[in-house]
């Protein structure tokens, strides 16, 4: 199986800053990497598809990036509704598999 | 579309319990429908999934429930379901059923149901 590996786990920042989360794949999944965000309670929503191509609906501020095996999630301008855990998923390959979740915390 | 799991609650361990899955898109060919699950604090973990389309209904399982997990499909009511047999106290997780589209050979999860707790205890 590939494993997802997510940094850093878990981070803090204040409302207006940029963050950016690292996902890295044990093996080649070219672009097939999507990010996930999930609110306490709540199930899962996809942000980003296709390591880069924004969902419709979500804000502009969220920002994926990368290939191979390297892949980032930027978030600008933090806002206090950004507070979750960010989940990285590769569907290259079944079965998929999952970071481990970044958990956000907006001060 | 909107998915609603069902099903979920308390079972002992060897016991068994059958989730369902309405307003699934089982008519379509491009799409997969599936279950992941999330134990009680823990990350997403990818239990299975089915074929959509006239000629779908092939299935894939992740190793922790292969053989004991089923997954079937009734496409009259675009519903779907996972028949959990031989349960162990680590199957304890919300069930959430969502759709992996494929999008131009990208495959990505679009719609996520709110999820069904089992909890597995003696």
């Known amino acids: 199986d590939i494993q997802m590996t997510q940094s850093p786990f878990p981070l803090s920042a204040f409302i207006g800053d940029t963050v950016t989360i690292t996902c890295r794949s044990s093996?080649?999944?070219?672009?097939?990497l999507n990010w996930f965000q999930q609110k306490e309670g709540e199930a899962p929503k996809l942000l980003i598809f296709?390591?880069?191509s924004v969902q419709s609906g979500v804000p502009g501020r969220f920002r994926g990036r990368g290939s191979g095996t390297d892949f980032t999630l930027t978030i600008s301008s933090l806002q206090p509704e950004d507070s979750a855990t960010y989940y990285c998923?590769?569907?290259?390959?079944?079965?998929?598999?999952f970071g481990q979740g970044t958990k956000v915390e907006v001060k | 579309a909107q998915l609603v799991e069902s099903g979920g609650g308390l079972v002992k361990p060897g016991g068994s319990l059958r989730l369902s899955c309405s307003g699934s898109?089982?008519?379509?060919?491009?799409?997969?429908m599936t279950w992941v699950r999330q134990a009680p604090g823990k990350g997403l973990e990818w239990v299975g999934r089915?074929?959509?389309?006239?000629?779908?209904?092939?299935?894939d399982y992740a190793a922790p429930v292969k053989g004991r997990f089923s997954i079937s499909r009734d496409k009259s009511t675009d519903t779907f379901y996972l028949e959990m047999n031989g349960l162990k106290v680590d199957d304890t997780a919300v069930y959430f059923c969502?759709?992996?589209?494929?999008?131009?050979?990208?495959?990505?999860?679009?719609?996520w149901g709110q999820g069904t707790r089992v909890t597995v205890s003696s």
């Open positions: 969502t759709a992996e589209v494929n999008d131009w050979s990208t495959y990505y999860f679009d719609h």
């Open positions: 093996q080649y999944i070219g672009y097939h």
């Open positions: 998923q590769q569907s290259f390959v079944t079965p998929r598999t």
């Open positions: 898109q089982l008519s379509s060919n491009n799409v997969y």
């Open positions: 089915i074929r959509g389309g006239a000629d779908g209904g092939t299935t």
């Open positions: 296709r390591a880069s």
